[in-house]
């Protein structure tokens, strides 16, 4: 079991981090870490321009290299149709690398016309080493994959989409 320091430690980190949530087991223990989601008032000035981007154009708000690619990366989210009527986006809760199966050479998680339900795994995103399962969160059955095996993703990228 992790002692207190290290679990200290992890919630540094984790907060100056982009990680929304953050699981650890180990031996049938279990940690999970959740972000709070702050108001817009409660929010540091450098959320807030990152907020700005979705509607200023992109050399107005980010100055240097990485809150270009970042801004240039929502605003093409933004720009993409919405989901089809009827369907849910399973969204990625954070940032890393997109797998469909638990290993290489096993079968994938889901693929369309899997029927899931709100524990039922997904995928796996990697971040940071750590390979964390995603859930499905909604009961359906799926109906389109929408990022590729090996991909990185973006927190709040839509993963895949299920009729309900």
């Known amino acids: 079991m992790l002692k207190v320091q290290e679990i200290r430690e992890l919630i540094k980190?984790?907060?100056?981090?982009?990680?929304?949530?953050?699981?650890?087991?180990?031996?049938?223990?279990?940690?999970k870490l959740k972000k709070q989601v702050q108001s817009a008032k409660q929010q540091p000035a450098a959320e807030i321009a990152t907020e700005q981007v979705k509607t200023a154009p992109v050399e107005s708000v980010a100055s240097s290299p990485a809150e270009k690619a970042k801004a240039e990366v929502e605003t093409q989210h933004n720009t993409e149709a919405p989901a089809a009527e009827g369907t849910i986006e399973i969204k990625s809760p954070m940032v890393g690398t997109f797998y469909h199966a638990s290993s290489p050479d096993a079968e994938p998680f889901v693929k369309v016309g899997t029927k899931v339900n709100e524990d039922s795994t997904v995928c796996i995103v990697e971040a940071m080493k750590l390979f964390n399962e995603i859930e499905a969160e909604v009961k359906g059955e799926i109906v389109e994959i929408l990022?590729?095996?090996?991909q990185l993703v973006e927190y709040g990228q839509p993963l895949f989409l299920v009729k309900e």
Do not use: H, M, P
């Open 13 to 31: 980190l984790i907060d100056q981090s982009t990680i929304d949530e953050f699981t650890y087991e180990n031996d049938g223990e279990k940690i």
């Open 147 to 150: 990022v590729k095996d090996g």
